[in-house]
């Protein structure tokens, strides 16, 4: 969440932030976008690891 723009997902909220700025808004929801995207990259490459089998408790 700290990468995020206001370290947070954007909401309904930001209307009322932004007010008439309509590209500050945009900007804010596409670096989440971006974020999004380069989460779900990272969790396709650990998925995709070849896992080691866990050991036994003892």
Known sequence: MRTLPGG???DRGD???????KAGRQL???????ESQR???D???LAR?????A???P
């Open 28 to 34: 804010v929801w596409r670096r989440t976008l971006a």
């Open 15 to 21: 209307f009322a932030a932004f007010g008439d700025d």
């Open 39 to 41: 989460l779900a990259e």
């Open 49 to 53: 690891q070849d896992w080691v089998p």
């Open 43 to 45: 969790f396709d490459r």
């Open 8 to 10: 947070k997902p954007p």
């Open 55 to 57: 050991l036994p408790l």
